[in-house]
């Protein structure tokens, strides 16, 4: 089965200055992973088009299925991301009217109360998708470019999330036909010259799991946490790879006289 690829993009001085924590890159990878996406690169880039654009055509040379983009859509002078897009597609901008529309009955606002940062936060590309933000005011676009599907998300973590959950779930797992399942177990061993060759192993049996043991958790009373994901075309194949795997891993540890514990 062939693996679908994703990139992230996250789009912010704010992030490169480091004044601002990073949360959707991180939460975006964890909810595609979970379903079957693989992503390759996450990357940071200033407000800046030149930047935007230089970091996108990268992505698009690599040709991934997903380039997932946050931030950058909001009203004011310093965001940037559709002028990006407009700038590296040759596509005009233009306000989605619809959105428009949606938007200001939402906020109960008149055409007179309009003003010019809504029509901004409208504001979309020639042909690509644009979706209502459930929360917000930015919305979410979806643009194909050759093989590579991109979408735009808002920057503010609630309303990435509501955006991905109301419409790009259905999406992705309508692309991929693919699950995966994560867990945490904690063995009683705390040095990583002990787990690797056993994790090493399991990998090499099961091409369809990652093993991480997470060494900087280990503590002397609990042991060395093991993060376990797990791949498959359903979620009852995941579980059952699982416990494949579970069953490995514990013949493995209790023949070095360790312990096994499933969080």
């Known amino acids: 089965m062939k693996t679908n690829i994703a990139e992230i993009l996250a789009i912010g001085d704010e992030l490169c200055y480091g004044r601002v924590y990073d949360k959707n890159s991180f939460w975006l990878a964890n909810q595609v992973t979970h379903l079957g996406v693989l992503v390759k690169r996450i990357t940071c880039v ?7 654009c230089s970091v996108l055509k990268e992505m698009l ?25 407009s700038k590296l597609t040759c596509r005009p901008i233009m306000v989605d009217k619809n959105i428009l529309k949606i938007m200001s009955e939402r906020r109960k606002l008149s055409s007179a109360q309009v003003m010019p940062h809504h029509y901004k936060m409208s504001s979309t590309l020639a042909g690509a998708k644009c979706l209502p933000n ?31 959950k109301a419409y790009l779930v259905k999406e992705i797992q309508n692309a991929t036909h693919y699950y995966s399942f994560a867990k945490r177990v904690t063995v009683t061993i705390r040095s990583e ?48 790879r699982y416990r494949q795997v579970i069953e490995m891993l514990c013949e493995l540890i ?10």
Do not use: H
Not at 61 to 79: A, H, S, V
Not at 198 to 203: E, F
Not at 254 to 263: D, I, S
């Open 193 to 240: 010259s002990e787990v690797s060759p056993l994790v090493n192993k399991i990998m090499q049996t099961f091409p369809f799991v990652y093993l991480k043991p997470l060494v900087s958790e280990a503590t002397s009373n609990v042991g060395l946490p093991v993060e376990i994901l797990v791949f498959g075309n359903d979620e009852k194949v995941c579980m059952r």
């Open 134 to 164: 459930p929360i917000g005011w930015a919305s979410l676009i979806t643009l194909k470019i050759k093989n590579t599907t991109i979408f735009t998300l808002p920057g503010p973590p609630k309303e990435a999330q509501s955006c991905f």
């Open 61 to 85: 040379d690599r040709n991934p299925n997903f380039i997932f983009i946050t931030g950058g859509l909001g009203p004011t002078e310093d965001d940037k991301t559709i002028e990006a897009l």
């Open 46 to 52: 200033r407000d800046d088009i030149d930047e935007i």
């Open 254 to 263: 209790k023949k070095m006289g360790k312990n096994l514990k499933e969080l």
